[in-house]
């Protein structure tokens, strides 16, 4: 019995499957940019991130068949281009810095005097987090992960997690702030 996938076509994937290279190609135009802006958040370096996504690519045309369970395509082409960017990041360096408790508990979670900030500015600010901030922000915020998978992914607690997610929080309203008050003190003079 065939599983259908409703993003796409069952037969493109059964050709995929059997290395159909012309399948492979349309499998890879649908997801290549999706799946790339993801390793590029996760891994900032474009030449890195590139390098991932094919690997990723690589290794889903190896594991296609495997694919029965999981559903749609593309959240298991997710899954293995985070796991991918994971490992890449482990094996470069430690993700994680240990944060000093002291101050993080303060920030508000909402600030009343909001900027504009375009999204260039936002991506440009997540790829400036230091790395264990940014893949637990990327993880939670634009993933959807709770921080107990993410530190069953990342293999730290729950409560580091948490206070890398806050970390990067922090950091980003200061770089957007500080960008902002850069702007508008350069428009004024």
Same mark, same amino acid.
């Given at each position: 019995? /065939?599983?259908? +996938?409703?993003?796409?076509? !069952?037969?493109?994937?059964? /050709?995929?499957?059997?290395?159909?290279?012309? *399948?492979?190609?349309?499998? +890879? @135009? %649908?997801?290549?940019? #999706?799946?790339?802006?993801?390793?590029? &958040?996760?891994?900032?370096? !474009?030449?890195? *991130?590139?390098?991932?996504? !094919?690997?990723? $690519?690589?290794?889903? $045309?190896?594991?296609?068949? #495997?694919?029965?369970?999981?559903?749609?395509?593309?959240?298991?082409?997710? &899954?293995?281009?985070?796991?991918?960017?994971?490992?890449?990041?482990?094996?470069?360096?430690?993700? $994680?810095?240990?944060?000093? =408790?002291?101050?993080?508990?303060?920030?508000?979670? =909402?600030?009343?005097?909001? %900027?504009?900030?375009?999204?260039?500015?936002?991506? &440009?600010?997540?790829?400036?987090?230091?790395?264990?901030?940014?893949?637990? $922000?990327?993880?939670?915020?634009?993933?959807? +992960?709770?921080? /107990?998978?993410?530190?069953?992914?990342?293999?730290? #607690? =729950?409560?580091? #997690? @948490?206070?890398? +997610?806050?970390?990067?929080? *922090?950091?980003?309203?200061? %770089?957007?702030?500080?960008?902002?008050? *850069?702007? %508008?003190?350069?428009?004024?003079?």
């Amino acid at each position: 019995m /065939a599983v259908h +996938y409703p993003e796409i076509n !069952q037969e493109l994937i059964d /050709a995929c499957i059997r290395g159909d290279r012309l *399948a492979q190609y349309r499998f +890879y @135009k %649908q997801y290549s940019r #999706s799946m790339y802006n993801l390793c590029i &958040r996760m891994v900032p370096d !474009q030449t890195e *991130a590139e390098d991932l996504l !094919q690997e990723a $690519f690589v290794r889903a $045309f190896r594991e296609l068949g #495997s694919l029965r369970g999981w559903g749609a395509p593309g959240a298991w082409l997710r &899954r293995i281009i985070i796991n991918g960017c994971l490992n890449h990041l482990r094996k470069k360096r430690g993700l $994680f810095i240990p944060l000093p =408790e002291a101050g993080l508990a303060d920030i508000p979670d =909402e600030e009343s005097d909001v %900027q504009v900030v375009s999204p260039e500015e936002i991506n &440009r600010a997540i790829r400036l987090l230091p790395e264990g901030a940014r893949v637990v $922000f990327i993880l939670h915020l634009l993933e959807g +992960y709770k921080h /107990a998978e993410i530190g069953g992914m990342l293999g730290i #607690s =729950e409560s580091t #997690s @948490k206070s890398q +997610y806050r970390r990067a929080i *922090a950091l980003l309203k200061n %770089q957007l702030t500080e960008k902002n008050y *850069a702007g %508008q003190a350069g428009a004024v003079s």
